[in-house]
């Protein structure tokens, strides 16, 4: 097993740990068919973005076709499957915020092993002479761009743990556009750091996501401030 699968796997583990015992309730939907449906568009959603997006921008960056996964495209993905299958069934307002924590927490560990699988991954750093770069094994020194990553989602899990047990009406309301706007903005920041070609105003493909995820959490979020976002029909 290599060491990203062993924490693809730790990192599913600790989200359905923590989808038991710390979140245990979920959106309650009155029909049961169609919380089946939701789940099922938002599996649709994640798989495909995932893939879609990493093909892009592997392809962008290689110069050759190569699949792999992205968690960018993956909460991108699902965005788009939860607010077509809403707005389908007129749902107004936030579904999403108990798979907080455990997206939080399964990044921050799966970011673990894109670290220790190295170049091969294609999630490293440019070079740097920074005291803890870390050289994967071509003589290069580069920033740890995944441990970065991994710190910040930590971070963003114990605070949506402390929003669930402290405020949990804003957790319920809030707490999963707290994290996509988190998510994209700490994601567009790494971003400087990795050697991805750029597409337009000198930023490459997952920063132009990011943007986007921020202005949709952003824009939630200012609806929500004026209390015309919480309501179903």
Request: glycine residues 10%; hydrophobic residues 50%.
């Amino acid at each position: 097993m290599t060491p990203h699968l062993v924490f693809d796997l730790l990192a599913y583990l600790g989200a359905l740990l923590v989808a038991k015992v710390a979140i245990k309730e979920r959106y309650r939907f009155e029909n049961e068919r169609l919380k089946w449906h939701y789940y099922t568009a938002l599996v649709v959603g994640f798989v495909a973005g995932a893939v879609l997006l990493s093909i892009l921008n592997n392809t962008l960056s290689l110069g050759k076709l190569y699949v792999g996964k992205s968690i960018l495209g993956a909460i991108a993905g699902a965005i788009v499957a939860a607010e077509l299958f809403k707005r389908r069934y007129g749902i107004r307002g936030s579904t999403g915020a108990y798979f907080v924590p455990s997206l939080a927490l399964g990044i921050a560990v799966g970011r673990i092993g894109c670290f220790l699988t190295g170049l091969k991954d294609f999630t490293y750093g440019i070079p740097t002479d920074l005291p803890w770069g870390v050289d994967f094994g071509d003589g290069v020194t580069r920033h740890p761009v995944q441990l970065y990553e991994s710190a910040a989602m930590s971070g963003f899990f114990l605070f949506s743990l402390w929003l669930y047990r402290h405020k949990k009406e804003r957790f319920e309301q809030k707490g999963f556009y707290y994290f996509v706007l988190f998510y994209g903005a700490q994601r567009f920041v790494w971003e400087f750091l990795k050697p991805y070609v750029t597409v337009a105003f000198g930023l490459n493909l997952f920063q132009i996501v990011s943007i986007a995820l921020m202005l949709y959490a952003a824009s939630y979020l200012k609806r929500s401030a004026h209390g015309t976002l919480y309501t179903k029909v």
